[in-house]
């Protein structure tokens, strides 16, 4: 069974950070791409930053660049998401997914999982 499990989100001030953390298992992680999303209330699903199989290649939502890293340790089936400097406009449901291609559409992605909550005060 293909199971993501996110953990890391909190309640934290304007500026303040969360390391979100994925793990996954039931299938081969090496060969997927892992992509970090979130979904404020009244708004889409929009892609934050994903990762490539092989760690070569990330890509990053403009409005994050600079403040987020994203990291995986495939020995472990792991991926992180590193906030920092994060701000109200942030707060969101963070979920994880894997996809065969390192791409950020929604669609492109048939593994997620259930989502981490982060809340950012002003």
């Known amino acids: 069974e293909v199971q993501l499990v996110e953990s890391g989100g909190g309640l934290v001030q304007a500026g303040g950070s969360l390391r979100l953390s994925c793990a996954a298992s039931?299938?081969?992680?090496?060969?997927?791409?892992i992509g970090w999303f979130r979904q404020a209330p009244g708004k889409e699903r929009e892609g934050v930053s994903c990762i490539s199989s092989s760690d070569g290649e990330k890509y990053y939502l403009d409005s994050v660049k600079g403040r987020f890293t994203i990291s995986r340790a495939n020995a472990k089936n792991m991926v992180y998401l590193q906030m920092n400097s994060l701000k109200p406009e942030d707060t969101a449901l963070y979920y994880c997914?894997?996809?065969?291609?390192?791409?950020?559409?929604?669609?492109?992605?048939?593994?997620w999982g259930q989502g981490t909550q982060v809340t950012v005060s002003s």
């Open positions: 039931g299938f081969t992680f090496d060969d997927y791409a």
């Open positions: 997914a894997a996809s065969r291609s390192l791409v950020t559409t929604v669609d492109s992605y048939p593994y």
